[in-house]
């Protein structure tokens, strides 16, 4: 971190380090969050679990 562009490399490693952390946080989430979801519209029992809802 001697230079500039040192500076600029480590806060970016520090920046995606942040952002890959905080994507698996929410890829983990996600099936909790999708399941309530599809429950809210009725349409958990008949969802393919790689689909969004259903079209009306």
Known sequence: MGTPA???LWLNAKWFTK???AIERE???WPAEREELLR?????DD???HDG????
């Open 6 to 8: 040192g500076r600029r």
């Open 19 to 21: 952002l890959g952390d």
């Open 27 to 29: 890829m983990a989430a």
């Open 40 to 44: 809210s519209l009725g349409e958990l």
């Open 47 to 49: 969802a393919d679990p």
């Open 53 to 56: 809802p259903a079209e009306s």
